[in-house]
C-alpha cells in the first residue's frame, strides 16, 4: 500500500503555469504506475496523464503538449507540470497509484488515491 498526497493546486489566471506534485510514502514507490486525473463536479473522473515505472507516459487527448508528467524515485514524488492554463482545466486534480506499474487510463485500474488538490483558473 501507499499514501499519496498532492499538493500545488491553487488559483491562477488563465495562460499562467503550475505544477502539482504527489508525494508518496509506503511501499516501493519506482514499482508504481503513477497517473493524474481531474474531476468537476458532477462528472467522472478524467485522465490526465500517466508514467509508468520505467518511464512510458500517456496523455489525456486534451493536454495537447501543455502538460508535462514526471516522477522522481529518489524522492518518491510524482509531478504535473501544467502551461498555457484554461478556464476549462479547473478541477480537483487527483494522484493515483497502480501497484502493476504499467500505464493505464481508466480510473478504476488504479489502487491508491490521494485527497486530490484543487486548481482554479480564472479567465
Known amino acids: 500500500q501507499v499514501r499519496l498526497v498532492e499538493s500545488g493546486g491553487r488559483l491562477v489566471q488563465a495562460g499562467a503555469s503550475l505544477r502539482l506534485s504527489c508525494a508518496a510514502a509506503g511501499r516501493t514507490f519506482s514499482d508504481y504506475a503513477m497517473g493524474w486525473f481531474r474531476q468537476v463536479p458532477g462528472k467522472e473522473r478524467e485522465f490526465v496523464a500517466a508514467i509508468s515505472w520505467r518511464g512510458d507516459i500517456n496523455y489525456g487527448d486534451f493536454v495537447k503538449g501543455r502538460f508535462t508528467i514526471s516522477r522522481d524515485n529518489a524522492k518518491s514524488t510524482v509531478y504535473l507540470q501544467m502551461n498555457s492554463l484554461k478556464p476549462e482545466d479547473t478541477a480537483v486534480y487527483y494522484c493515483?497509484?497502480?501497484?502493476?506499474?504499467?500505464?493505464?487510463?481508466?480510473?478504476?485500474?488504479?489502487?491508491?488515491w490521494g485527497q486530490g488538490t484543487q486548481v482554479t483558473v480564472s479567465s
Open positions: 493515483a497509484a497502480r501497484s502493476s506499474g504499467r500505464i493505464r487510463l481508466a480510473a478504476r485500474e488504479y489502487e491508491e
